[in-house]
Structures are given as C-alpha cells and as structure tokens.
Nanobody
C-alpha cells in the first residue's frame, strides 16, 4: 500500500531549529492532505500542521509563526521547518497522509509514519 518514512528528528537546545521530512512511497495515485502530528509523554496525539492539496495550511496555535509546513506533490513529500523551538515542543512527531487514493484500491485511506523523536532541552 503506502509507506511513510520520516527523518530529521533529534536533540536541540531551546531556541534552535530542526527540519523534519517525510516521503510517501507505494501505489499512490494522489494524497489530498499531508501533515504532522505530535504526541508528548502522557498526552494525546495533536495536530501540528497540515497542508491541503490546494496548498492551504492549518497550524496549531502553539506553533504559529515558528513552524512552516511545505510539500512537493510530484515527490509525495512533506517537510516541517521548526524554528524557535521550546521545551514544550518535545514529542514524537508523526507524518500523516490523509485521504489518500491508492492505485488498485477503492476509497480514501489515511496513513501514518512510525514517528521521529524531537527533544528540546531548556
């Protein structure tokens, strides 16, 4: 079907930057929504940012002005540039491909990556 491979996580000091990348592969016809969610210890998974097929974006209030999401439809990739990182940004970040059309299959499906750890030290 579809696999999502993430990269770019790691350890950074508060105020620093990281860039997360995700590449989708498989029998993809089209991915409508691509984005990032995160889950901190003891908390529910939450939306960080999503970019829709027309290019519009949505961000969590907590990351507005600091994070920027982008995608390359031809390569089925999505990236998240994270600046001015704070300790509260520490979490596992998950790549998301939503409402995906898969060749040979009917309907739309959602896919998730394995997650990449982002740790911000204060």
């Amino acid at each position: 079907q579809v696999q999502l491979g993430e990269s770019g996580g790691g350890l950074v000091q508060a105020g620093g930057s990281l860039r997360l990348s995700c590449a989708a592969s498989g029998r993809i016809f089209y991915i409508n929504d691509m984005g990032w969610y995160r889950q901190a210890p003891g908390k529910q998974r939450e939306l960080v940012a999503v970019i829709f097929n027309g290019g519009s974006t949505t961000y969590a209030e907590s990351v507005k002005g600091r994070f920027t999401i982008s995608r390359d439809n031809a390569k089925n990739t999505v990236s998240l540039q994270m600046n001015s990182l704070k300790s509260e940004d520490t979490a596992v970040y998950y790549c998301y491909a939503g409402r995906t059309e898969v060749r040979g299959m009917t309907g739309l499906r959602d896919y998730w990556g394995q997650g990449t750890q982002v740790t911000v030290s204060s």
